[in-house]
């Protein structure tokens, strides 16, 4: 009774953090924020004791726990990252929970979090490429005709790769969805041709029984064919035999 006393108490404390985790994740952090890092860090080690405690959640709930620490884990790998293109791509392969942590959550916070960074993600890929700041516009605004104009067909050509940036992620985006489906097809492929070779297998070794069993019932049989075509001769023998004798012996007399 103890130790599942001490297994639900681990396991509520483990919610708090993790809700608190996820709570510093919606807010705007700055560079010297450590907090996120060192509870996530603590996350992992009550996770594990969590898989090891006796009274442990049930798989679906420990599945859900470990889909959350991996994205906090990889979410802050990703603002590590020194480009916002590169954090763009990155947020986008994140997986976000799919229940709420807590009771009163409507949607699953690591879901509001994951759509925050990519809003936040894409601002910054548009004011890296684009140059959409407030200061840029005020001082395009003091500019000469031809230094707008220049300035115009600079944003567009930003905008055309811009659109070229987006269009290369969308297309690894696909191509990282079509390596899993034919990575998920050729498994599938594979287990069936598993099933369909143990089932020949099987077979085989129901066909080798009763080719055994066969062969041991032909040997039977010749056997029991030879010692009746032995006894046929034998007594056919036996009677040329006797009578020969009888032959001669009633010859003799017939002289």
């Not at 603590?42 to 006796?54: D, I, Q």
């Not at 049930?58 to 889909?67: C, H, I, M, Q």
Request: charged share 30%; hydrophobic share 40%.
């Amino acid at each position: 009774m103890a130790s599942s006393n001490m297994a639900s108490r681990l396991e509520i404390n483990f919610i708090r953090l993790l809700s608190r985790c996820e709570s510093i994740a919606s807010e705007k952090r700055g560079e010297t924020e450590w907090r996120l890092e060192k509870y996530v860090g603590a996350l992992e080690e009550m996770l594990v004791a969590l898989r090891k405690s006796p009274s442990k959640p049930t798989p679906e709930v420990l599945t859900e726990f470990t889909r959350k620490v991996d994205f906090l884990k990889g979410l802050l790998e990703a603002e590590k990252l020194s480009s916002p293109t590169e954090k763009a791509l990155a947020n986008q392969f994140l997986a976000p929970g799919r229940t709420p942590t807590i009771a009163n959550e409507r949607m699953p916070a690591t879901k509001t979090v994951h759509m925050q960074t990519k809003a936040r993600c894409t601002g910054e890929m548009r004011d890296e490429l684009l140059g959409t700041s407030e200061t840029d516009l005020r001082n395009r605004r003091g500019l000469p005709l031809d230094e707008r104009q220049s300035a115009a067909e600079l944003d567009a050509v930003l905008q055309h790769h811009h659109n070229l940036q987006e269009k290369l992620a969308e297309d690894m985006l696909n191509l990282a969805r079509n390596l899993k489906n034919n990575t998920m097809a050729a498994q599938n492929i594979i287990r069936q041709d598993n099933q369909t070779l143990s089932h020949s297998m099987r077979q085989a070794d129901l066909n080798f029984e009763k080719l055994k069993t066969e062969s041991e019932r032909l040997e039977q049989h010749t056997k029991k064919s030879v010692n009746w075509l032995l006894w046929l001769m034998l007594i056919l023998v036996s009677f040329t035999f006797i009578s020969m004798i009888l032959f001669i012996r009633i010859f003799p007399r017939l002289r």
